[in-house]
């Protein structure tokens, strides 16, 4: 099965991970400055083979969409134009920074690395990616 890429896009970073191949399982990858993330992506998709990315989508607890939720959308138009063969699937990210600081603390990471916001972008991206696996299996 082709792997799959998990995206916590912001406007200063986007997190990154990836599935394993059977697309069961979500890995934290890196955080890159978003400035840079559509390169690091088209080298990593073609590496990996992947056929799918999924990217968060900011909303808020009554459903509409949040501050950032228009910055994500210009960022999926230019993942759609840029990688046209590459399947997009927008994913509730709700909660997903606060899952991904108890599973940093579940993990052990001490203080001062949880306090780096890449560690947080990058395992953010992992619980998004693993809410949509879930979801196919």
């Known amino acids: 099965m082709p792997k799959v890429i998990g995206l916590d896009y912001g406007s200063k970073r986007t997190g990154v991970a990836i599935s394993d191949d059977r697309g069961i ?8 400055e978003t400035s840079a993330v559509l390169d690091y992506l088209s ?8 056929q799918t990315l999924v990217l968060g989508e900011a909303k808020r607890l009554n459903g509409q969409s949040s501050e950032i939720t228009a910055e994500q959308e210009k960022f999926a138009q230019k993942l759609r134009a840029k990688f046209a063969e590459v399947k997009l699937v927008r994913v509730n990210e709700m909660f997903t920074s ?3 600081q108890q599973a940093l603390i579940a993990g052990g990471y001490k203080k001062s690395q949880r306090a780096e916001k890449g560690n947080l ?3 953010s991206a992992a619980i998004i990616l693993q809410s949509y696996l879930d979801q196919k299996i």
């Open 121 to 123: 972008d990058k395992m």
């Open 43 to 50: 080298a990593l998709i073609n590496k990996e083979k992947v």
């Open 98 to 100: 606060k899952m991904a």
């Open 25 to 32: 399982i979500a890995s934290p990858l890196a955080t890159i």
